[in-house]
């Protein structure tokens, strides 16, 4: 088999972060190692699923910490590095931080893949990092029987201006900063369907650094920050809102899709993760009548690289989509509002 004739998604039984442990099943896995003794310079942890842990070293710096790795979502080598890498950093931004330097995570199956594919992730991983403004500054390598690239990343913060999952407050704006839809188009890559255009797009949005939470850190306005991963748009909110004790309000036509994810999901191609992310906490989620089966494998689609979430005081909102648009995020939307209440709604 030549390089080119490889298909790493075929390698991998999932891809991207649809390969995440399922949220029912990570918590009971959780349950069995309890929070204690958590020292007060820990400003973040695992206690509210937050996305990276957070160290106060000082009273002017805090040291963001996070990991990230998954199985091919892509055939393509090249693009798989960079979509890992993306994906990893986007931890630190998400937490208000400014990313400072890496260590690469990679597991290959020695005997099946040759060296330069495997070099062609790990210059993927590279060329995102150096856009980042980053260096990768070493790593652990292991042989395994799937592909699996990502990244430790470190990040700063100052500790006044880190942004938690948890701060939402009633009559707070919903604000995504990039479309759903990648889980839906790795479905139908796998299954051959997805054509060139969906695949620039795909690559388009899953290789875009969520660089505004920088610049978000310095906005008082801004309560409540995450990014939309393996666990969808809905599976993110409700993390958030479980964390302030609040009730979050989606409008259906007001959330940013990939055209082709549409089209895909009416004809009913989508990932088992979406499934999976449903079963875990459809419960807590109420789908007003008319939102129909397709639209909801959107909103629980796995995310890979998605969007920052973030909840705003209405007085920031302008600023903050003037913000994504300086960025390059043209797709970022007011989604849906913070109510007094509980779980998710979506009308």
């Known amino acids: 088999m030549t390089t080119s004739e490889i298909r790493l998604t075929s390698l991998a039984h999932g891809g991207g972060c649809g ?9 009971d896995i959780l349950k069995a190692s309890p929070i204690r003794n958590l020292p007060a310079a820990l400003l973040a942890g695992s206690e509210n699923n937050e996305d990276a842990a957070v160290y106060l070293l000082n009273p002017n710096q805090a040291i963001i910490a996070t ?18 890498a993306t994906n990893a950093i986007s931890d630190i931004y998400a937490m208000g931080g400014q990313p400072i330097f890496a260590l690469a995570l990679l ?44 990244l430790v990343v470190l990040g700063i913060v100052h500790p006044d201006k880190l942004k938690r999952n948890s ?7 919903l604000i995504l900063g990039k479309p759903l839809g990648v889980g839906i188009l790795s479905a139908a890559l796998k299954q051959q369907k997805l054509d060139a255009a969906g695949y620039e797009a795909m690559i388009r ?39 302030a004790k609040v009730q979050g ?57 998605g969007g920052l979430l973030l909840a705003c005081d209405p007085a920031s909102e302008q600023a903050v989509l003037e913000l994504f648009k300086q960025h390059g995020f043209d797709d970022a939307r007011k989604v849906g509002q913070v109510v007094a209440g509980q779980g998710v709604v979506v009308r």
């Open 167 to 173: 701060g939402a407050r009633v009559g707070d704006s």
């Open 67 to 84: 990991t990230d790795f998954f199985t091919p979502i892509v055939d393509d080598p090249y693009d798989f590095g960079r979509i890992a």
């Open 249 to 305: 309000e989606l409008n259906w036509k007001d959330i940013p899709v990939i055209p082709q994810a549409i089209d895909f999901a009416r004809q009913n191609v989508y990932t088992g993760a979406s499934t999976r992310n449903w079963a875990g906490f459809g419960s807590e989620v109420k789908l007003e009548q008319g939102i129909e089966a397709w639209q909801q494998n959107i909103l629980t689609d796995p995310q890979t690289s």
């Open 107 to 150: 597991g290959m199956p020695i005997n099946v893949l040759p060296v330069e594919v495997i070099q062609k992730i790990t210059s993927g991983g590279e060329a995102v990092c150096a856009a980042a403004g980053i260096p990768i500054a070493g790593g652990h390598s292991i042989d395994t029987v799937e592909p699996i690239y990502g």
């Open 19 to 27: 390969c995440k442990i399922a949220p029912g099943v990570l918590s």
């Open 205 to 243: 949005y899953t290789t875009k650094l969520n660089t505004p939470g920088v610049a978000l850190a310095d906005m008082p306005g801004v309560h409540a920050l995450t990014d939309v991963t393996g666990f969808g748009l809905t599976g993110h909110l409700l993390e958030m809102c479980r964390g």
